[in-house]
């Protein structure tokens, strides 16, 4: 059960809340969902049994199992890829974390009630304009993670979060009624759930297996690491196609409140970044008890990234620590202040930011992914992941059909997608 919720609280972030609608509505709806879950299927759950199989084959967090199982190979590269993306993701999330900060505060205060959905859209252009007002959310998310991070208590976040999120979870669910619920809410579910194929471009597709890798955390080595604290007993199989639910399931849930309650209040669901700040606060503000429901829910969604945020910062602090002999303490400050200088990159420059969160989810994570999975198919001996996936001397059933996945599937299907990117870009 700790696995499964230690690497759940990882998946589960704003990745799923605030990122995965967004790019649906960019993409055009439904034809995207199910690129989406197609690539989670077929691509993103073998690459996340991978993870799992080499974190607990070495019982080694990332750059030291590559180490352990070729040594003196460059496939440590792959760690080091993960550490950057971490970094890079870092200086955006928490941008994104402290927008959400500060719509709970504004909710404690009540300053979106009642209005309008264009007072609405203002509201959230004001504070993602303001650089400097950024900065400071930003500053005090950071603060917060650095000080959990420093002091090595992350497990009692995680504690609490076992709580917390089932309850975020509710309060998805009692939102999606308030949202099915609107007057011109089937427009929103059309548009969610009913496919267009003639929407399906290069960047579709593209940003389909980004978002699939970005939302469960794969192609960085971060759960590779979660892997080394995988029970034996525990089927990995069993373990990543219930991680992928439940981060689906959010995912899911979340867009089908945004896009009825999108469609109801006519707001653009191309709009990018902003789309979940200007919608949810509609949804709330029609809602009984909706500044209570507002509050619950924004803080909680600040825990949600909290966790997220935590496990990226300990990816770079864990490097930053071996490779330079250096305390935790010091390490921390380090790597927060590194992640500093690029959040205020990104919260003075909206193409930087657009840029690094394109670039780490539809390019680094896929390349890292790429990466594992040349070397668990084609370096590592079969045997080593086939008695990694099978438990008590049960064999893992599908492992051919897993085996050709690896070798040939995943590899082909990123470079490909790849290829179609580069030539899009170059066109
Ligand atoms: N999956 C996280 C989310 O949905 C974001 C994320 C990507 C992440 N890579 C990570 C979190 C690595 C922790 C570690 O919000």
């Keep these: 059960m700790g696995a499964i919720a230690a690497a759940a609280g990882s998946a589960v972030g704003l990745g799923n809340i605030w990122r995965f609608p967004y790019i649906v509505g960019e993409d055009g709806g439904a034809a995207f969902l199910l690129l989406y879950v197609f690539f989670t299927i077929v691509i993103s759950i073998p690459v996340l049994m991978t993870e799992f199989s080499l974190g607990r084959m070495t019982g080694q967090p990332v750059t030291s199992a590559f180490k352990t199982l070729c040594p003196g190979g460059k496939w440590q590269a792959i760690g080091i890829l993960g550490v950057l993306t971490a970094f890079l993701i870092m200086s955006y999330y ?25 007072q609405i859209r203002q509201f959230f252009i004001n504070i993602s304009t303001d650089s400097v007002s950024c900065v400071v959310w930003l500053i005090l998310i950071l603060a917060a993670t650095a000080f959990i991070v420093a002091k090595g208590v992350s497990g009692g976040i995680e504690r609490y979060s076992k709580i917390l999120m089932p309850l975020l979870f509710l309060l998805i669910i009692v939102m999606l009624v308030r949202s099915v619920t609107l007057s011109g809410a089937a427009e929103g579910l059309t548009f969610y759930l009913k496919p267009d194929f003639s929407k399906i471009t290069p960047k579709t597709v593209f940003d389909a297996l980004g978002q699939s890798f970005f939302s469960l955390s794969i192609g960085m080595g971060t759960m590779t690491t979660y892997g080394a604290y995988i029970q034996r007993t525990q089927s990995l199989s069993g373990l990543a196609m219930r991680v992928a639910a439940v981060d689906f399931l959010v995912a899911f849930l979340a867009g089908a409140v945004i896009f009825p309650c999108v469609f109801a209040f006519g707001i653009n669901p191309g709009q990018g970044q902003g789309l979940v700040f200007v919608t949810l606060p509609n949804i709330f503000n029609m ?84 990466f594992i999975v040349i070397f668990a198919g084609w370096i590592l001996p079969t045997q080593k992941i086939f008695d990694e996936l099978s438990i008590h001397g049960t064999r893992f059933k599908l492992f051919r059909a897993f085996c050709f996945i690896l070798r040939y599937v995943v590899p082909i299907v990123i470079l490909i997608i790849f290829a179609n990117g580069l030539y899009c870009w170059l066109a």
Aim: charged letters at 10%; glycine letters at 8%.
């Design 94 to 118: 928490n941008i994104v974390s402290g927008w959400t900060l500060y719509y709970s505060v504004a909710s404690v205060g009540g300053w979106l009630e009642g209005l309008s959905e264009d």
């Design 287 to 370: 809602m009984p008890l909706g500044r209570l429901f507002s509050v619950a829910f924004f803080s909680l969604l600040v825990v949600a990234a909290l966790t997220s945020s935590i496990s990226l910062l300990e990816v770079v602090v864990a490097y930053i620590k071996t490779s330079f002999n250096m305390g935790r303490r010091k390490a921390t400050v380090i790597a927060s202040a590194l992640t500093l200088l690029f959040g205020v990159a990104c919260a003075f420059s909206p193409t930087f930011f657009y840029i690094v969160d394109n670039a780490t989810a539809n390019i680094m994570m896929p390349l890292g992914a790429f």
